[in-house]
């Protein structure tokens, strides 16, 4: 669809920051509060704008970590649709945080969120491997997060510059 | 910090004749305390984008530790003209009209040193960047302050550089866009001012290091003019645009003379600029504008929020059409820029600097940096506001 540069822009600030309020968005593009409210809502109902959520750390919250593993999934693809059928089948699942049909070595990528390591070896051994056009999975377990959707986990890098500058 | 009026023997008249930078005093006074929104910094905040460090770190794996050319790196000389040419139409000769420095800072230096002899008038035009006046001073220069108004949008006008001009007067010192009050001179503006300082046949000094943060139009330098290119040093430096403050890197432009001159006084002072540091540079011009793009887009809309916040909470601010300063007035608060900073600080945490400190015309102004966070900028409004409601006569 046609996004016009104020647009885009307003889509690149709040990728960056989803929390920023309409009243400084409207002043950061010399818009009135009611332009980027229609800006908003039309990219919402275009589906330009999917959701707005935020990157969280759970590793620092006390009993919430999960478990997240990345499943490479060889797949045979149907007659007609394709893998579309198989993808759809599969990220229906709760479990499933992301799917991306891939080139190269497997056909489907899978990233699976779960409380623990065996719940996830018993939704690959339960659920996926048993679907039908499955051939065969990888499971890789992630170890440490370090940078998610572009943001830096504990990078460190605060401001150190002195208070008062020429 | 107390200024001792003795004349100590032991220390240079020069020396001894200018004060210590009142920037610095309020850097003393704002480093005692905690939980600061600071305003009063004038570098970006961005750190120096990933690539250009990595290629400095590269250049000491690779061996790269020695002297480069006392004018810089060859290849970093040719990256510069190339860039100045293609981004502000300002071609010059990488072999014999550009130099890189230690910093825009010693460019400066350097361009006083090459062109006043004692005695000389130089005209600085302000409110603007605090060394200019103190470095022709020690070049044993007089300084000439010609004070901009608000009225003007901060911008020198043919009248006033004429009212300033003597027998004397040998140089003019302009730098747009403007720190500290983001004002930028149009091609037209600049053409009425060329022509006052041919007449009187006088040099130029032109600090454009804020040049690629210019948003309303695109930089325009005085020495694209007619015959201004040969009596012009252009001044700028990757400190601001490329966020790389810290690695002290600046360069001149200017005709063959003038950059012979410079070079030998570089050579016996500097040398050279850091090596790694010129590497760094190098990896900056050739991959790095896109970074810059995406930082002066992120500048602007700062600006953009800061104008209007400004505006509502009866803070009167001119719109900064460069560089990432908002230079408001606080007139209507009748305190003058240093209580009025001072008492801000104290009251609110929020470090501005004076307008004063600046030189003559930034008195009853304040320098507001919005090269920090949006969250910083948003709560730095509302801690102002309040302060304003108390204050404001």
């Known amino acids: ?166 | 910090m107390v200024q001792s009026t003795k004349v100590n023997r032991r220390l240079s008249k020069s020396v001894q004749s200018i004060q210590p930078s009142g920037i610095r005093r309020f850097f003393d006074l704002a480093s005692t305390m905690d939980n600061i929104i600071s305003l009063g910094v004038g570098e970006p905040d961005f750190v120096t984008p990933w690539n250009v460090r990595e290629a400095a770190f590269s250049s000491l794996e690779r061996g790269f530790t020695a002297y480069t050319a006392n004018a810089g790196l060859l290849e970093l000389r040719e990256e510069i003209s190339k860039y100045m040419s293609q981004q502000f139409a300002l071609p010059y000769s990488p072999d014999s009209e550009v130099l890189v420095t230690v910093g825009a800072s010693e460019a400066i230096d350097l361009a006083i040193r090459a062109l006043v002899d004692p005695g000389d008038e130089v005209i600085v035009v302000e409110p603007t960047f605090v060394s200019y006046a103190p470095i022709v001073s020690l070049a044993g220069g007089v300084p000439v302050s010609v004070g901009t108004k608000k009225e003007d949008e901060f911008k020198v006008t043919p009248a006033q550089l004429e009212a300033a001009i003597t027998p004397k007067t040998k140089l003019v010192m302009i730098c747009f866009p403007n720190n500290p009050t983001g004002a930028v001179m149009t091609k037209e503006e600049l053409e009425l001012i060329s022509h006052v300082i041919k007449k009187h046949d006088l040099l130029v000094l032109s600090d454009e290091i804020y040049a690629e943060l210019s948003y309303e139009t695109s930089h325009y330098s005085i020495a694209r003019l007619p015959d201004m290119r040969d009596r012009t040093v252009v001044i700028s430096g990757f400190s601001k645009a490329f966020a790389m403050t810290g690695w002290r890197l600046g360069f001149t432009l200017a005709p063959e003379d003038i950059t012979a001159a410079m070079l030998k006084i570089h050579q016996y002072t500097m040398m050279c600029a850091s090596t790694p540091a010129q590497y760094g540079a190098l990896e900056a011009l050739q991959n790095g504008l896109a970074d810059v793009k995406k930082m002066v887009q992120s500048y602007n809309q700062r600006r953009n929020f800061i104008v209007k916040s400004y505006a509502e909470i009866g803070l009167p601010c001119h719109t900064p059409g460069g560089a990432f300063y908002a230079f408001p007035s606080i007139k209507n608060t009748g305190y003058d820029s240093g209580e009025f900073a001072e008492k801000l600080l104290l009251e609110e945490r929020v470090a501005v600097v004076p307008g004063d400190v600046f030189g003559e015309g930034g008195e009853g102004h304040i320098r507001c940096s919005y090269a920090t966070s949006m969250e910083n900028l948003e709560e730095s409004v509302r801690r102002i506001g309040r302060f304003l409601e108390k204050h404001t006569r």
């Open chain 1, 1 to 166: 669809m046609g996004v016009n540069s104020k647009e885009i822009e307003v889509l690149q600030i709040i990728e960056e920051n989803g929390r920023v309020s309409l009243n400084t968005l409207a002043k950061m593009v010399e818009l009135s509060e009611e332009q980027v409210e229609g800006i908003l809502k039309k990219l919402e109902k275009e589906k330009v704008i999917l959701s707005y959520s935020a990157v969280i750390d759970w590793s620092k919250v006390y009993d919430q970590e999960n478990v997240t593993a990345m499943i490479d999934v060889k797949v045979t693809p149907q007659r007609g649709v394709g893998f579309d059928d198989i993808a759809k089948r599969i990220y229906r699942f709760p479990e499933v945080k992301a799917l991306y049909l891939m080139s190269g070595a497997y056909d489907l990528s899978v990233v699976i969120e779960g409380k623990s390591m065996s719940q996830i070896a018993r939704f690959v051994s339960d659920k996926l491997s048993t679907l039908d056009s499955v051939i065969s999975t990888t499971t890789h377990f992630q170890l440490k997060k370090y940078k998610h959707d572009g943001v830096v986990f504990e990078d460190g890098e605060e401001d150190r510059r002195i208070v008062v500058t020429p």
